[in-house]
């Protein structure tokens, strides 16, 4: 089949309207999911949709995008030992938490009234992380921009610079000690890493590999006296372990 | 408008372990037992199931199976002279909900504390003095003895099948086992599970110092076990995702794989999920209870009459469900009066880093909730405080319960937090690192209590629960303490650095430590000084028991569930064979 860039497949479609909306999707869980026969019409060159070069942003706007990006990757950098923040799709899984029910002040108790309180009393602001993260980042951005050099456009080691400024409360944006905001923008990064791929980041679970953590795969009975000899298996996530299984005794009542 | 319901003999407030237990036992004697539950029905099938269940980020990160902070969260300070500020995200400890409660999400550790433990006030002064403890604690003894305790210890293991090796078999020691423990009548009822790596290497290090390594007592079974009431568990397969989790695999004991089958067969009793209880009622004498005000999950509110009102919620919970409903005097630090809110312990958590070369290969993801090795040397009162300024102890072990990486990423002292340098340093001790707990006792002390919020309120209107709380001297001192005797272990292990992290001051609820909160209704022999008698039966309203680890006078050196377990049957022995049979006081005040 001939391959299309992703921009090509979108002009393609914009010509012809049978193609399935959801091949229009482009993470690269959907487009793997997409069964390219399926959607094939006449007359129409199936694309290739398993190279999703970037994410489809769906929360960040074009300048958050561009700070989340490279701090991300000053946080978990790619190094000899494998991909970073940007490869394993970080960056994604925060625009997709942040977008979602989490980014919304999920599991966040919102009642006033508001004291920033002492460090033991843990986050008092009124802000949802989805509020956090846009007013900060504009924050953050303006102070750079009247300096003259955006995040973007420092070199590694004036971003690690300013991440450490950022970190040591070096920063009041718009009223937000910039610790709060860097603490849970490197929070949300690791777990951005190390989650389930099927939360948008550890893509191909190149963080689990990295680090010999065999994922959802959960039998060790035989292996765990085995001591001190390396656990060999491909690590498995969410999605793989998606096929039905249940445990079920004969002799234990399931259900209640 | 309240809709009035048709009285029933016993209304109990949480289903949870104990809520489970004591309705089991009071609907099988013949008494009409309504179970009010807050959270949602759940069961093994089908929603502790993979692939679901193994997502760190849902069950860890973001606490699924935790209590809704968000319309029903605490408020918390270190200090009576501050505000205290709403916990707007669960952290330092996770309240569980749900039918089966918080024991859902445990590990499975299951202890009994030691026969000293039950008289800690009146044998530490004995052996050490009356001018030995420091002036703000306000430890005191249960009312109830280890020897009294022992068949409902005994009882409550067999119901959960608990894997374990005895180390006292009524006086007599047994090699392998825990050397200090008060006696048990038999051993427990299911072999140790086998031992990890960190386990063994810690077991290596420990024996060389002279200590005395036990297998963690489990409820992740060894093998497969039918319990006494006919239910079957089957063996864990050590997945290393128990704490915060379900288990899918009928391998952890919760009520739903030892008890909830049995209970909801019974036609005397009825569970109502999504019932948010407001208060226990009182007559116009304020000491007779009429039963219990709930509204339900669609709004409603309803009056639910009984004859026995047990509330059985999780700790931090019972405390408040007394304070709503006017049931005992509240506590005042200023003075010293009042005994609801009084006595809130939780435990003193340290840890110490072994870090080994890269050829010796961990695989900390292999584990169960309570599959390690552990001594109690340190623990309690077995070894001297003479001179030492402390009371209490901790005991030490390889007890790391998985290797789920977002929260485990051990990095040696110094290590960036983020960068190249932290990456590196998490990809070259991942697999190498054996993590040490030192679970330390919590000791009552005057300062430390709760109350009910005078600003911030829950979902339905009513004042939230206010914890004020620090650790105490005497807990420091005994943290750093027990953690340099872990350095010691950590080095006779062969680990080539070892960072020892004695718990310190002020306590922050950022951070997760246990959810171990205890105290708040103790239990004791005096009226001026316990909420609940010996029985756990209200002082003040006889007809109300009040069962939970908020029963608890301080928190001793292990996990609370094994001994809420043998205080719950207790409890319904009592029920059972005094009280149902003549209600009234069981204890003259």
């Known amino acids: 089949m001939k391959k299309v860039t992703r921009r090509s497949f ?19 869980e959907a487009a793997e999911a997409v069964e390219p026969s399926s959607i094939e019409a006449p007359g129409i060159a199936t694309p290739d949709v398993s190279v999703a070069d970037r994410p489809t942003y769906l929360f960040f706007n074009s300048a958050e995008v561009l700070f989340v990006e490279a ?86 080691d004036a971003q690690d ?83 039905g299984h249940v445990h079920m005794s004969p002799d234990i009542p399931a259900h209640l | 408008m309240t809709q009035r319901l048709k009285e029933v003999d016993v209304v ?14 009071l609907a099988a004697a013949g008494y009409k037992v309504v179970g009010l539950e807050r959270g949602q029905t759940r069961a093994t099938v089908p929603e502790f199931q993979s692939p679901g269940i193994h997502d760190e980020l849902r069950f860890d990160v973001r606490k699924a199976l935790m209590q809704d902070n968000t319309r029903e969260p605490v408020t918390f300070r270190n200090q009576g002279s501050q505000v205290a500020l709403p916990v707007r995200r669960w952290e330092s400890f996770l309240p569980g909900t749900g039918l089966g409660g918080s024991m859902v999400h445990w590990n499975g550790q299951t202890y009994r504390f030691q026969a000293n433990d039950f008289q800690l006030a009146t044998r530490t002064r004995e052996r050490y003095g009356k001018k030995f403890l420091d002036a703000d604690l306000t430890i005191q003894d249960w009312g109830v003895t280890y020897d009294e305790l022992e068949p409902h210890y005994d009882r409550f293991e067999y119901l959960l099948g608990t894997s374990g090796k005895a180390g006292n078999i009524k006086g007599q020691i047994q090699p392998g086992g825990d050397p200090h423990e008060s006696p048990r009548s038999r051993d427990y009822p299911t072999p140790p599970q086998k031992e ?31 319990n006494p009431e006919g239910l079957k568990l089957n063996t864990c397969v050590f997945c290393g995702f128990c704490e915060r989790y379900a288990c899918e695999h009928y391998a952890k004991s919760v009520p739903q794989t030892v008890l909830l089958p049995v209970l909801l067969a019974n036609p005397n009793f009825e569970l109502r999920t999504g019932c948010q209880v407001q208060r226990i009622n009182l007559d116009s004498t304020k000491k007779h209870a009429t039963g219990v005000t709930y509204i339900d999950a669609v709004g409603r ?33 200023a003075t010293g009066q009042g005994v609801v809110g009084r006595n809130y312990a939780y435990q003193t958590m340290s840890t110490v880093a072994s870090f080994f070369d890269e050829d010796v290969i961990i695989n900390p993801f292999m584990a169960s909730g309570a599959s390690g090795t552990l001594i109690n040397d340190f623990a309690g009162d077995n070894f001297d405080h003479s001179g030492l300024g402390f009371v209490g102890g901790a005991f030490i072990g390889a007890v790391n319960t998985n290797g789920r990486p977002i929260q485990y990423h051990p990095t040696p002292p110094g290590t960036p937090n983020w960068g190249k340098a932290w990456k590196q340093a998490v990809l070259k001790h991942y697999n190498h690192t054996v993590m040490l707990s030192l679970h330390g006792s919590s000791m009552a002390a005057r300062q430390n209590y709760a109350d009910l919020d ?112 043998a205080l719950t049957y207790w409890a319904i022995d009592a029920l059972k064979n005094k009280y149902l049979k003549n209600p009234g006081r069981l204890v003259s005040a």
Not at chain 1, 78 to 88: K, P
Not at chain 2, 202 to 210: D, E, H, W, Y
Not at chain 2, 306 to 329: C, D, E, H, P, Q
Not at chain 2, 463 to 490: C, H, S, W
Request: hydrophobic share 40%; net charge negative; with cysteine.
């Open chain 1, 161 to 243: 610079a300013y991440l450490k400024s950022l970190e040591s409360d070096g920063h009041n944006l718009d009223g937000v000690p910039s610790g709060i905001f860097f603490d849970i923008l490197l929070k949300m990064s690791v777990e951005g890493f190390f989650a389930d791929p099927a939360y948008g980041g550890n893509k191909d679970m190149v963080a689990w590999r990295m680090i010999g953590f065999p994922g959802a795969y959960a039998d060790y009975y035989e292996a765990i006296d085995k001591h001190g000899v390396k656990f060999e298996r491909e690590p498995m996530s969410l999605a793989e372990d998606a096929r």
């Open chain 1, 71 to 156: 701090a991300c990757e000053r946080l978990i950098p790619a190094d000899e030992n494998g991909a970073g923040a940007l490869g394993a799709g970080v960056p994604n899984y925060l625009d997709k938490q942040l977008g979602g029910a989490w980014g919304a002040g999920e599991r966040l108790y919102r009642s006033g009234p508001w004291a920033l309180g002492t460090a033991t009393q843990g986050y008092q602001l009124p802000f949802t992380p989805a509020e956090l993260f846009h007013s900060c980042l504009r924050a953050i951005d303006q102070q750079l921009a009247e300096k003259g050099t955006r995040f973007h456009e420092m070199n590694d």
């Open chain 1, 10 to 28: 979108v002009t393609t479609v914009g010509a012809a309207s049978l193609v399935s909306t959801a091949a229009l999707l482009d993470s690269a």
């Open chain 2, 196 to 226: 990890h790596y960190q386990g063994a290497l810690f077991r290596k290090g420990a024996t060389s110092l002279g200590y005395h390594p036990l297998p963690q007592p489990s409820s992740n079974l060894s093998q497969p076990y039918t």
């Open chain 2, 12 to 25: 109990i407030i949480g289903v949870g372990l104990v809520g489970t237990m004591v309705a089991k036992e």
């Open chain 2, 454 to 565: 005078p600003t911030y309120r829950d979902a339905w209107g009513q004042p939230l629960l206010r914890i004020t709380f620090d650790f105490p001297q005497n807990d420091l001192k005994m943290a750093a303490y027990v953690t340099a005797k872990g350095v010691e272990i950590g080095k006779a292990m062969g680990a080539k650095q070892v960072a020892g992290s004695p718990r310190k001051g002020p306590y922050t609820v950022t951070q997760y430590q246990t959810t171990h909160n205890t105290g708040g209704t103790v239990m004791g022999d005096n009226p001026k000084t316990s909420v609940v008698n010996r029985y756990l039966q209200a002082w003040d309203v006889p007809n109300v028991f009040v069962i939970g680890a908020s029963n608890y006078p301080q928190q001793a050196s292990w996990n609370p569930t094994g001994t809420l377990g």
């Open chain 2, 301 to 333: 509110e309803f009056e639910q009459p009984a004859s026995l009102v047990i509330t059985s919620t999780f700790a931090i919970n019972n405390i408040r469900m007394l304070l709503l409903s006017s049931i005992g005097k509240p506590y005042d630090p």
